[in-house]
Structure formats: C-alpha cells, structure tokens
C-alpha cells in the first residue's frame, strides 16, 4: 500500500506500516475509511458512559488502542522512533507525566477557562506526539472528553474533517503551530471559543 500524507500529517515508516492488520487495503482512501470507522467504534465505546480518566497516561494509550486496535498492531503504543513532529521518543513519558500534572494544576487553580485547559491539552497532547501515527485524532477524542468532564460538551472542530487536505485542515495546523509558539488565541478562535 502506498501511504498519502495530508499536508503536517506524520509519515509511517516502513516499520510501522508493516503493523497495517487488516490485508485486503490497496487505497489511501480505504485506510481512511477503515480507520474512521474503527474510530467511530471508540467514540461510540467512550461516550456511552464514562470510561476512564483523560488526565491518566494509562487510559490515554488505551484510548488510542480503541481508536485503532482493528487497523495498526502498534495501536496503544508509544511511538519508538523520531518523528517530523513531537519530541523524541525517549521523552515521551516524561513529557505526557508532566503535562498531565500541569493540566491537573490547570484544572485545581482554575487557571484558565475550561475551554481553554481543554485547547490546551489537545495541543500538548499532539505536540508530544505519543504514537507512531493517529495523534490528531486521537487527542481532538481526548481534549472532547475532557471538556465534557470540564464544561458538559465537546468541540467543534472547525465543522468539517481534519484529516484529509483542505482549507479547514490548513487552519487547525496554523492554530497548532502558534500555539507551538506559545500563542493559544488562534486554537481557541479556531475552536469558537
């Protein structure tokens, strides 16, 4: 199969795409739909009732492993190898324990809004880049869950699919990178918040 990347998506390597679990797949656009609907399935699994803590690096990888266990062996599992984005992979526990603690205190010192703890999150959360693959999506999942914890309901997202090219997808990876450069307030008006 030949991988396609939307522009700032994060390339597999040979490694990794060696982990595709189901054969049959010859199209980028049969990945794609394939790992929506495995995803749906964790959205479905996650919000039916609630299932564990968005602020416990456990439960994170389980998260992910729900997201994607039908499509990637590696699914749950920390990336072992560098990336075009995120720290290095030896950093990776380190740097999720930290910014968990930092949420949490977030959250105790009422430091900013729950809108913005959770924008917050989501943006660490990528900006760690955890997995080998999936990051986007799995921390939009996981800063809606912990907005739902924070403020009773989820986000947006722009109104439309970040994963393929687009204009949306351009603007949720601008907002992103500012917010790389210590600017939250395009993430947070992308957001509508």
Not at 65 to 76: Q, S
Not at 123 to 130: C, D, G, T, Y
């Amino acid at each position: 199969m030949k991988f396609e990347y939307a522009p700032g998506a994060t390339p597999i390597d040979p490694d990794e795409a060696a982990g595709l679990v189901p054969a049959h797949l010859t199209l980028q656009r049969e990945l794609n739909e394939y790992e929506e609907a495995n995803i749906l399935a964790a959205n479905d699994w996650l919000f039916a009732r609630h299932r564990g803590d968005p602020l416990n690096d456990a439960f994170i990888h389980l998260v992910h492993r729900r997201m994607f266990d039908r499509t990637w062996r590696w699914a749950g599992k920390s990336r072992r190898t560098d990336k075009n984005i995120g720290v290095s992979w030896v950093e990776i526990p380190m740097r999720l324990r930290q910014m968990l603690g930092d949420v949490r205190a977030q959250i105790e010192h009422h430091a900013y809004s729950p809108t913005e703890i959770a924008a917050r999150y989501h943006h660490r959360l990528v900006a760690i880049h955890v997995f080998p693959n999936g990051n986007g999506r799995h921390a939009r999942l996981m800063a809606d869950l912990l907005l739902t914890e924070l403020a009773g309901r989820r986000f947006e997202w722009g109104r439309g699919s970040l994963v393929a090219a687009s204009e949306l997808r351009e603007c949720y990876i601008a907002a992103l990178q500012a917010a790389d450069g210590g600017d939250c307030r395009p993430l947070l008006a992308f957001l509508g918040a």
